[in-house]
């Protein structure tokens, strides 16, 4: 699977099988944290085998989820653009864990912290938790707003690989599925996403903006 399959693939994820994720996909993905904490000053960690973060808690069981063993807790130095690179790198992880044949959801609120597994330094945060595992289903289809209403842009008339960033901006997760961000495109091929107002929505920004790369081609533009 490649990435564009993966960013169609991708659905959110709530119910998990008893499937433990195989050894390789393990040093994998701790592989892609320690890259991905490296480049960015990050200070994610991949959580596995721990059952009681999505255990019998009340907002575990609003949010649905169940069989959930094993996720990344997006953590990093408390900062104004720590939400937007917490969403870009997560997002990392998310469409390669997908590629591998795995399942995610992101998850701001529906979990309880287990402080004890976790390493969070005094100016640390805990923005949120990516789930990661088999999924029971590959997740439903979820409505999605038209490429007009994210896009300051006509995007009818702009140029093919700016379409196909906004198709895959469309197509990322976001919390609450608001899509509260807005492109456009400016002389010299610069692009500029802003984040709307909503919970998480600086989170959203990053994940956006790795969607939009991936569909545009980064070669092509230049954020600004
Ligand atoms: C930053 C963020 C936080 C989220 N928090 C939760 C959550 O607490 N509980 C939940 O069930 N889903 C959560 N989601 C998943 C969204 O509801 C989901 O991505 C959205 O409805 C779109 O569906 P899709 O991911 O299947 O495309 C979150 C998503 C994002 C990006």
Redesign the pocket.
């Known amino acids: 699977m490649n990435i564009i399959d993966a960013i169609k693939e ?3 994820v ?1 119910h998990y099988t008893a499937q433990p994720i195989e050894l390789e996909k393990i040093q994998r993905l701790k592989q892609l944290v320690i890259e991905y904490n490296e480049v960015s000053g990050l200070h994610i960690q991949l959580i596995t085998n721990e059952p009681r973060s999505f255990g019998e808690s009340l907002l575990a069981r609003y ?3 169940s069989g959930v063993t094993n996720y990344f807790a997006m953590i990093g130095k408390k900062s104004d653009f720590l939400d937007e690179t917490i ?1 870009y790198y997560g997002e990392k992880l998310v469409l390669e864990s997908q590629m591998m044949g795995l399942n995610t ?7 309880k912290k287990i402080s004890s597994v976790l390493n969070i330094a005094n100016d640390e945060k805990l923005v ?1 938790l990516i789930s990661v595992g088999y999924g029971a289903t590959q ?2 289809d ?1 409505k999605r707003k038209m490429p007009y209403k994210v896009s300051k842009t006509d995007v009818k008339s702009s140029p093919q690989w700016y379409k196909q960033g906004i198709g895959c901006a469309l ?7 608001q899509q509260k961000f807005k492109f456009e495109l400016k002389p010299g091929n610069k692009v500029s996403v802003k984040a709307g107002w909503g919970p ?1 929505s600086k ?2 920004l990053g ?1 956006v903006k790795y969607h939009f790369e991936i569909g545009a081609g980064i070669q092509n533009f230049t954020w600004e």
């Open positions: 991708r659905h959110s709530r949010g649905k989820f969403g959801c992101w998850v701001g609120l529906s979990y949120c997740g439903v979820h197509l990322a997760p976001t919390a609450i599925n998480y989170v959203d994940i």
